[in-house]
């Protein structure tokens, strides 16, 4: 099978004609980098936000030629919104529009902004996020899944951090995702949780030297376009920091709140407020704080000592109003299953640390289930006579 090369995805590309018919996508400067592994080519196609809808057939156009390539396996093609991207010009005559797609609840609401798109068969989506790195959040993500699960809900976990992917690892999964009908892809699955990750698409050694506008149409499609089945809710693993994945999950989702993870000293509650402060603003509920790396027991001796302090987190919470979901300590066991793709909550469900994570997982579906019913009695009647 030949290799595909991205001069080849570049010339294929040119027979698409651009909006109005006029030139071809990439004689226009609209096509990004094209990106190629394993067979797969990713690369968005920058258009006018407010035509965005009406190009839609433009963008299934360049997915169907790029996908003709031999030894193309599959194209992630996506429109990126840029109302810097061309010129204003007169609406383009085509014979139809295409109505928009709906999801779930994202109904345009009356006299108001369209409402954030769901995800068919997803009660709930909650986000794992944390304001720096190398604090245990993608662990933390992983366990609070499972824990939900033993707490008898059906749980999604989906690894949001495009650049740097370890649910494969963490869940012991090998394997690509095969696609099934139209667009829609099968997710993985391990533990009894339906996962997907960027690390199932790509090779663990490649370097995902993308821009915002590719991180966001990718996560974009790992949320809508994989078969999640029902899911009670969805368990998202973010990226550390507050950048484009953040916001793209904050500002195109119904995020039904966030879960911060940090560990006690100032450094890292310092970067935590930072989360927070961007939920808050974009009107995302805060489901609360955990504090990940609490202390640490010796094994040998049971000696508690308290390395990073301890009750930072805590304090933070009761500082600022929001929940305080629990301590998690810092065990060699924790270390050693999350290496051995083995989750402590299912590798050693009867112990002191996954009673943890079942209490943290009960904590965020309380108030998870308590918004929704809240939500629920606020709703309209409509009645027609």
């Not at 383009?92 to 995800?119: D, E, F, L, Y």
């Not at 033993?150 to 989906?158: E, M, R, S, T």
């Not at 376009?225 to 916001?247: N, R, S």
């Not at 009107?283 to 001796?301: K, Q, R």
């Amino acid at each position: 099978m030949p290799d595909v090369t991205r001069e080849t995805v570049l010339e294929k590309l040119r027979s698409v004609r651009g909006p109005d018919m006029e030139g071809n996508i990439v004689d226009l400067g609209l096509v990004s980098d094209v990106f190629i592994s394993d067979g797969k080519a990713y690369f968005s196609i920058t258009v006018p936000a407010d035509r965005a809808k009406e190009l839609e057939p433009m963008r299934a156009a360049a997915e169907r030629v790029v996908r003709e390539i031999p030894g193309v396996k599959a194209a992630m093609v996506a429109l990126t919104a840029d109302r810097k991207a061309a010129p204003q010009a007169a609406p383009v005559q085509t014979p139809r529009q295409v109505p928009p797609a709906t999801h779930g609840h994202g109904q345009r609401p009356a006299g108001g902004a369209p409402a954030k798109a769901g995800i068919p068969g997803v009660g709930a989506i909650i986000a794992v996020a944390s304001g720096k790195g190398g604090v245990g959040k993608s662990t933390t993500s992983v366990n609070l899944a499972l824990a939900l699960q033993a707490n008898g809900l059906k749980v999604g976990l989906l690894d949001a951090d495009i650049y740097g992917p370890s649910m494969p690892r963490l869940l012991k999964i090998s394997g690509r995702p095969q696609q099934i009908e139209g667009r829609l892809i099968r997710p993985m699955e391990n533990y009894g949780l339906t996962v997907m990750s960027m690390g199932f698409l790509v090779d663990e050694e490649v370097a995902m030297i993308w821009r915002g506008p590719m991180i966001q149409s990718a996560l974009l499609q790992m949320l809508r376009e994989v078969a999640w089945g029902e899911l009670d809710i969805l368990v998202v693993d973010m990226p550390p920091g507050t950048g484009d994945a953040q916001l793209t999950m904050a500002q195109q989702v119904p995020l039904a709140g966030a879960v911060i993870v940090s560990t006690p000293q100032d450094l890292a509650l310092v970067d935590a407020r930072k989360g927070l402060t961007m939920f808050r603003k974009v009107e995302v509920p805060v489901l609360g704080i955990v504090e990940n790396m609490s202390y640490f027991v010796a094994p040998d001796t049971g000696n508690r000592y308290d390395i990073f302090g301890h009750g930072g987190a805590r304090k933070e919470a009761e500082r600022i109003g929001v929940p305080f979901l629990g301590e998690v300590p810092l065990t060699m066991g924790i270390r050693e299953t999350s290496d051995a793709g083995t989750p402590v909550v299912v590798s050693e469900p009867e112990g002191e640390v996954a009673r943890i994570y079942r209490n943290i997982a009960a904590k965020v579906w309380e108030q998870v289930s308590a918004a929704r019913q809240s939500k629920s009695r606020t709703m309209p009647d409509i009645v027609f006579e």
